[in-house]
């Protein structure tokens, strides 16, 4: 099993509507979740983090399954400027001083 | 505060050349890291260095060095460059209170340096 697994997607949906994307991890003791956005030929940036009881940011909500080794992330209302690629980052072990990337979810949001 | 620089932007090699990717931050962190990554790909760690003077392989550091003699400073160097090099390589920095990552740990990245090898 891949250590964070995502689909590629691209994930094409109009203004306005909800895309929700999931990632997979290997690994049950991981402790550290996020999502960051990468815009095309640029750097990674934080989007958020995600916690336990899940969480929101304005348009973004992400959850955390830890019996399933899954998290999502939620984005309503979507925006042009919200296409980018999704990368889901995981602390892939306990006392573990680096994350893991998956290699990131893309999404083109058309008027 | 300029954040995570990196230099060059571009840069073109032929085999068996070498050259030094610099990167410097200006946030006082104490971690900082080289990624590559390639096209399609996710970012692969190749080096870490947990603070001034200590450096730890990530999980492709073969055919890179690094050193880290300030806080602000983290070289990576490429000896011998190779065509499976070719890439684009991100420098990242964040400050990390504990010996493992927490969900408040963010990692902020370097505009990144775009490298052929040919």
């Known amino acids: 099993r891949k250590e964070v697994e995502q689909d590629p997607g691209p994930f094409n949906v109009p203004e306005g509507a909800t895309v929700a994307f999931n990632c997979t991890y290997s690994?049950?003791?991981?402790?550290?979740f996020f999502w960051y956005r990468q815009d095309c030929r640029k750097e990674p940036k934080l989007l958020m983090s995600v916690y336990s009881s899940g969480n929101e940011d304005g348009r973004f909500t992400a959850q955390l399954n830890r019996a399933s080794q899954y998290i999502s992330l939620l984005i309503r209302d979507s925006k042009l400027s919200d296409s980018a690629t999704y990368l889901c980052?995981?602390?892939?072990?306990?006392?573990?001083?680096?994350?893991?990337f998956g290699k990131g979810t893309m999404l083109l949001v058309s008027p | 505060n300029a954040g995570v620089t990196q230099t060059p932007k571009f840069r073109i090699l032929k085999i068996g050349q070498s050259m030094t990717l610099q990167c410097t931050q200006d946030m006082n962190h104490n971690y900082m890291y080289w990624y590559r990554q390639d096209p399609g790909m996710g970012l692969k760690l190749i080096y870490y260095?947990?603070?001034?003077?200590?450096?730890d392989k990530g999980e492709v550091p073969n055919g890179y060095n690094v050193s880290r003699s300030t806080t602000e400073d983290f070289p990576l160097r490429l000896e011998l460059a190779a065509p499976s090099q070719t890439s684009v390589y991100f420098c990242?920095?964040?400050?990390?209170?504990?010996?493992?990552?927490?969900?408040?740990?963010?990692?902020?990245f370097g505009p990144g340096t775009r490298l052929t090898v040919l």
């Open positions: 990242a920095s964040s400050l990390q209170r504990g010996t493992s990552v927490s969900r408040t740990d963010t990692q902020y």
């Open positions: 260095s947990v603070g001034a003077g200590i450096t």
């Open positions: 980052v995981v602390n892939m072990n306990s006392g573990y001083s680096t994350l893991t």
């Open positions: 690994n049950s003791a991981s402790q550290s």
